[in-house]
């Protein structure tokens, strides 16, 4: 193994030996994908903040942040505070209750496109439901996605979510994605070619309107607006996928690109710790999740379970206070992906940090291009490189899941910006000189 992989194994030999032990009883030793990674994940103890400790006593300034979700940082007072007065009442009821008419109220308030909104358990769960919105009123099947975009683990959308995109997926039988197609992101002459090759049987079609597995890489503007335009004239409907981006700006990405979709699907950060998901958008759709109307949107046993409820509450209710905190880090986004590219350059690397606002991802480049598509990171860039420049950077102290992006918090502040630069400086020598 390499230098920085031998440097990893001597800094977490207990997370080493969890691995191991983890082996025999979980499949791959992980509960998510997504959170293994070579030679062996980290074993987190506690989190605070902006940081995260490992079993071995090792502090990380957190750049992953629970899948980008925790936009106040880890264990927020206002969101514990919140859940302790909740909890000797019961963590779940089983039935309605006042608190989901106020979260539901908060996203009403908060997300443009939401007439209504229905609670669900998580993101997954979410865009599938979406997707059976969209077919019940168009009348029509057929979903179209973009290369890269992840919209959770349902058998509907998880197509060309991973490069090569046409690796097939075991256990999915195909005619579950019969009606499933895929366009290109960014690129409106391609999308445009697909989707009017069904255009009579579209249905929807979905999008993160910042990838998030996919890199971090924002839509373009025009993008988005010729997709709304391209749904409206053949009756489909404009979804966004705002799990990740939902509350990350003010009012959500869809207030950044000033675009309103016919429904968005929520998660991660209006959970405020706690797993949630949530389909909303215009009333005339939302109304068919109505039980007299006959299209099942949401079951599970903790849909609007009232714990998550309060600390989805207390996350929205101080984002709406304080407006301020998304200025911050949108600030502090800039300040990270100009500082991070500005140190490979000098040190004779190519390197992009894609994103937008707080989010961020660094891919290495094999030729002078802009990375503008999941494509795009995936041949015309180096995945591996962004690996080994993660890997290298927990073992200087800053955290991201090797080999995808991340996002700040509000509670990431100059003395953490300072740091995450000094170690992607280290980092950068330590690549330079191979």
């Given at each position: 193994m390499r230098d920085y992989t031998d440097t990893y194994k001597k800094r977490t030999p207990k997370s080493g030996a969890l691995h191991q032990r983890a082996l025999a009883i979980l499949p791959g030793g992980?509960?998510?994908?997504?959170?293994?990674?070579?030679?062996?994940?980290?074993?987190?103890?506690?989190?605070?903040?902006?940081?995260?400790?490992?079993?071995?006593?090792?502090?990380?300034?957190?750049?992953?942040?629970?899948?980008?979700?925790?936009?106040?940082?880890?264990?927020?007072?206002?969101?514990?505070?919140?859940?302790?007065?909740?909890?000797?009442?019961a963590l779940h009821y089983g039935l309605v209750h006042e608190r989901m008419l106020d979260l539901g109220e908060l996203v009403c308030e908060m997300v443009p496109c939401a007439e209504m909104v229905r609670f669900c358990g998580s993101g997954t769960e979410a865009t599938h439901y979406a997707a059976r919105l969209a077919r019940a009123y168009t009348g029509k099947r057929v979903i179209a996605k973009v290369e890269g975009g992840w919209h959770g683990g349902n058998d509907v959308?998880?197509?060309?979510?991973?490069?090569?995109?046409?690796?097939?997926?075991?256990?999915?039988?195909?005619?579950?994605?019969?009606?499933?197609?895929?366009?290109?992101?960014?690129?409106?002459?391609?999308t445009e070619s697909v989707l009017a090759k069904h255009q009579e049987d579209l249905a929807a079609v979905i999008i993160e309107p910042v990838l998030g597995a996919g890199g971090c890489i924002p839509a373009d503007r025009e993008y988005l607006l010729r997709l709304g335009e391209i749904t409206e004239r053949y009756g489909s409907l404009l979804i966004f996928d705002e799990v990740i981006t939902g509350f990350r700006f003010p009012h959500c990405a869809q207030g950044l690109y000033d675009i309103k979709p016919d429904l968005t699907t929520l998660g991660k950060t209006l959970g405020g710790g706690l797993p949630i998901g949530a389909i909303c958008g215009r009333g005339e759709i939302m109304?068919?999740?109505?039980?007299?109307?006959?299209?099942?949107?949401?079951?599970?046993?903790?849909?609007?379970?009232?714990?998550?409820?309060t600390t989805g509450i207390a996350t929205l209710t101080y984002l709406k206070e304080h407006p301020s905190l998304y200025e911050r880090i949108a600030l502090a986004?800039?300040?990270?992906?100009?500082?991070?590219?500005?140190?490979?350059?000098?040190?004779?690397?190519?390197?992009q940090t894609t994103g937008t606002g707080s989010m961020l991802a660094t891919h290495f480049p094999l030729e002078d291009i802009e990375v503008k598509s999941n494509r795009d990171a995936a041949e015309r860039c180096d995945p591996a490189k962004t690996s080994e420049y993660n890997i290298r950077l927990i073992n200087h102290g800053v955290f991201f899941i090797p080999g995808h992006g991340g996002a700040i918090s509000g509670v990431h502040g100059e003395r953490e910006m300072q740091q995450i630069l000094h170690a992607a400086e280290i980092v950068a020598t330590e690549m330079s000189e191979g």
């Open positions: 992980i509960n998510h994908n997504i959170r293994f990674y070579p030679p062996y994940p980290i074993y987190v103890q506690r989190a605070q903040g902006p940081r995260i400790w490992d079993v071995d006593g090792n502090e990380y300034i957190d750049l992953w942040m629970v899948h980008l979700s925790a936009i106040l940082g880890h264990a927020h007072p206002a969101v514990i505070e919140a859940l302790e007065e909740q909890a000797p009442n959308l998880q197509v060309a979510w991973t490069y090569p995109y046409d690796r097939p997926l075991s256990g999915v039988i195909p005619d579950a994605q019969r009606y499933t197609v895929v366009i290109p992101f960014n690129d409106l002459e391609g109304e068919l999740a109505t039980p007299s109307k006959g299209t099942f949107i949401g079951g599970g046993t903790f849909s609007g379970n009232v714990s998550t409820m986004g800039d300040t990270l992906r100009r500082g991070i590219d500005g140190v490979f350059t000098d040190h004779g690397i190519r390197a």
